[in-house]
């Protein structure tokens, strides 16, 4: 159902490399996130953003940076990937006001070796 | 602040048993609540949603009603099935949170043939 999209779905890569991680999506969203989610299974805020230009840090601090160029473009960027960086990445977006549910990308696992 | 707060897992039934995830929330403003599921390898998926006191949402055989008096959104489903066994979240949006959806920490379910 969703139209949000996230490359790679899988990544290893070793210590000390720059990484990006991909998300788009084709609803015209304003709003998109970053969560990160721990073997525990629980999410943690990294990154939002309420539009083009527009980049907040989240609950969770996060050594990760994004930008946000494009309505449809929202990528996270690792410059120096650690061991502790490894995790599962997800990318959400939802529209305008809280009535709006968040539509969920199928996830990066990221493992740094 | 705004917070979730879910029942730990993980929840072990049999086929065709009774499930209750309890789900309780903080929220300054009067907030839209919702369900998510996680099936394993994937992102989240919407489930169900109420946006006002007293709304129950409702999806493929679960249920569950907004409570304001007791600031409570607990999952139901009447007789669940293996295909059920997913981790389920528990999550808010509202305007003094500035629209970014919080979540719960998630509830495993397990469901035995």
């Known amino acids: 159902e969703a139209d949000i999209y996230q490359t790679p779905r899988y990544l290893v890569i070793g210590t000390g490399k720059k990484i990006t991680l991909e998300c788009s999506q084709t609803m015209g969203h304003d709003k998109m996130y970053w969560y990160q989610q721990d073997p525990g299974m629980e999410l943690h805020l990294i990154h939002y953003?309420?539009?083009?230009?527009?980049?907040e840090k989240g609950d969770l601090s996060s050594e990760s940076t994004v930008s946000r160029i494009r309505t449809e473009h929202f990528p996270l960027t690792l410059e120096s990937a650690r061991p502790s960086h490894t995790s599962q990445y997800l990318c959400a977006s939802s529209a305008n006001g809280d009535r709006e549910r968040a539509f969920f990308g199928q996830g990066t696992r990221l493992t740094v070796v | 602040g705004n917070s979730v707060t879910q029942m730990e897992g993980p929840v072990t039934l049999s086929e065709e048993a009774f499930l209750t995830i309890n789900c309780t929330y903080t929220a300054t403003g009067y907030p839209s609540l919702f369900w998510y599921v996680q099936y394993p390898g994937e992102g989240l998926q919407l489930l169900l949603k109420a946006t006002k006191a007293d709304d129950k949402g409702s999806n493929k055989g679960f249920e569950a009603t907004y409570r304001k008096e007791t600031t409570s959104f607990h999952l139901e489903k009447g007789s669940v099935q293996v295909s059920d066994s997913a981790v389920y979240f528990c999550?808010?949006?509202?305007?003094?949170?500035?629209?970014?959806?919080?979540f719960g920490a998630g509830t495993r379910l397990f469901v035995k043939a």
């Open positions: 953003s309420y539009g083009v230009n527009s980049t």
């Open positions: 999550a808010l949006s509202d305007s003094t949170g500035g629209f970014k959806t919080i």
